[in-house]
């Protein structure tokens, strides 16, 4: 009968055999990516490509179920983050990109290039939404952008929308990314003990429930910062309070997390845009985005928002937005289901140009399910 470190021993081989095999298919896949690179540089094709991604996601998930069923011995999710590192990887190889993000780092436009990139991609940080436009349209900086366009908390991103406006710059993709805040100290702090909290004010105020009903509040001092990011910084430089940040902060900053997940709402998701100067071809998945004006009569909106219905076009979503030229007078963001080339979408783009004053198409994209 064999012993428990022989049976041990056996597994152990077995991991080592199947690691030889995993690093020469990966190295294998590499050489593929480098030349797929090369072909990219001499016709000038973008080295990141959605839509791609989302078929390799795919042909992932259908392999794992075709495989091993409903019960694989690791979950499609899990695979898939390993695949995404393996594809930044190939992203490297291939010689890019520059991705401009707000910052600093360990930001949550950060943490979702990170989501959408993987780590070997190059980050650049930016002080502010605009900088992340200018770096990618103005500047030639960065090949792409990340920024924040809506939240299940505070809704519209306007600076984001707003640049839209004046930007010929597409969305190429879009992420979600499920927001958790966490109370973070530089080391094990009671909570009674607390006496200062660093945080953005938007972040704090997600959170008012649980500081109300955990810290002595009227003994605490309040620290604003401009975002999550510098009040983790700030908790890890000073050392004499608390932050209120990601896990992902407190990662970069070296913080403990005292309390975790202490927002009110659970379902905390922010989207944001990947940027760029090229437009994704169409998956069969897809989204829309839009951005409108109507002209000043009756039933403007009504018949904007006809041949959407008439084409069986699922709206996902639909924000007004103060144009600042006249009292009253809206832009219109809408988000709907198909991409651009779809011939009916096309018939709808043509159709609903005959009822505004302005009409721009923003961009389609691979469309990303919610997490």
Known sequence: MPTEEEELQRYRAGIDEADREIVRLIMKRAEFARHIGEIKKKYGGPVFRPEREKEVYENIRRLIEREFGANPPMPARILQYVYREIMSGSIAVEGGPTVAYLGPRASFSHEALLFRFGSSV???PVDSIPDVFRSVEAT??????????????????????DMFLHSEL???????????????????????????????RVAREQCREWLQQNLNMKQVEIVDTPSTTVAAQLAAERKDGAAIASQFAAEEYGLNILAAGIQERSYNITRFFVIGAEQAPPTGDDKTSIVCSLHDRPGGLYRLLTPFDRHNINLTRIESRASRRAFGDYHFFI???????EPRIREILDEISNHTSFLKLLGSYPRMDLP
Do not use: C, W
Request: aromatic share 8%.
């Open 122 to 124: 190059k980050a650049l």
């Open 140 to 161: 030639g900086a960065a090949d792409f952008g990340v920024a924040p366009v809506d939240n299940t908390t505070e809704g519209a991103i306007g600076i984001t929308l």
């Open 170 to 200: 597409k969305v190429y993709s879009e992420h979600y990314l499920r927001v958790t805040m966490n109370l973070l100290h530089h080391g094990q702090q009671d909570l009674a003990g607390i006496r200062r909290i660093y945080s953005l």
């Open 335 to 341: 988000d709907f289901e198909g991409h651009a080339q």
